[in-house]
DNA sequence: CTTCAAACATGACTGCGCTCAAAATTCTGG
DNA sequence: CCAGAATTTTGAGCGCAGTCATGTTTGAAG
């Protein structure tokens, strides 16, 4: 049989698996990631409570489930957002701003995600991460060769580690922000800043 | 009264603080920091089970507490080593590096310590955040302030946005070297490479 | 269609983090 | 030294994340 191929029992769990991502999505939206139980997500998805951990091997690991998607698409949505912009740093802003605003629909649960992303339970759920990250630096080292091209960045500048250098130093800062010891105008200045730090270069 | 003047009340805080601080690091090197109850805490400290949580908000809390102390004075020792060096780049992988094997020791409870240095719950802990991680960007702003001297960085460069930088670099690939998305020689190639690019600049 | 094995779902159960009303201790003013 | 206010400790109890023995469904082979 093709791979394509799939019998009653890998459709019933992707169904089941669609119904539980979704639930806790709705769940954690609405009331909040701490105040959300496992049974209730269990029973909004139709389920019986331990069926919820074989999908994810910890109620946090849900959170993985829930954003994976969402955050692909934000990834695209900035990239999308950012071409147009002048400058290599103001793309860059551009982009981390559009991930920023997402999350400021809701901070504490973004504040729990990435608590999350440091600690992932099972395999799956660390291959999502994988895979999110590769979109998201992907998206970023395109803006950096799209500028190299325009003779913005010097020729040797490697791709991928320019990309890591700018997602760490916003990832540094975005963890500021959520713990609460940044505010947002904080925030604003410090990105700005040291991402200029970079791209200028400090010899 | 003086304020140095401490009556008995605060003096067996004083002490009890110390002797939780004291048996929850024992037991989380010995037994794992999952693996430790908040019960066992307590009957080595000599207090009832409640008691811990005057002291911590939450178990993730006691990580704080048991750590600050520890991580202030590898901040010290790593810039002791790190003067030495030659280059910047080499003096500030030093200072990582002292961090890093302090990590090696326990990685476990490290990758436990790094996701709750994002989601500390009691206003005390977060005091102590703030303070350690001053301590930390400052020394790695007095290593770049002696370069600047030296000439080799810019003496246009700000000391906090470069320090912070620097160790948003260190922060993110500690991340994944805790979270066991790289192994170590990756880890160390990443960081010099990334650390290099920050350094030079990719303009 | 029947039989058997493997994969999956179930939900009662367990252990632990954390709470909170009550008890104990310390402080203060007279 | 005493009464009573203020603070701290206590530990039984609660709610929930996560487990696991049992039951159920699916797929394959004859």
Known sequence: MAAAAIGRREQNKLEK????????RALFTHKGFDATTSQEIADAAGVAGGTIFTYAK??????????HDEMMDVAERGYAA???SGALVDQVIVYFETMVSYHQRDLPLAHALMRQ??????DDQRALVRELMTRVLGR???????????????????LLPSARSLFAIYYFHLGGLLSGYLDRPQFDRNLRTDLGLLLRGLG
């Not at 910890?58 to 954003?67: A, C, E, P, Q």
């Not at 803006?143 to 091209?149: H, R, T």
């Open 17 to 24: 698996r669609g119904r539980i991502i979704a639930a806790a």
């Open 140 to 158: 970023l080292a395109q803006l950096v060769e799209a500028a190299k091209a325009r003779g913005e960045v010097a020729a040797a500048s490697p």
């Open 58 to 67: 910890t109620k946090d690991d849900l959170l993985i489930l829930v954003f």
């Open 82 to 84: 950012a071409r147009g």
């Open 117 to 122: 992303l440091g600690y992932v339970g099972g």
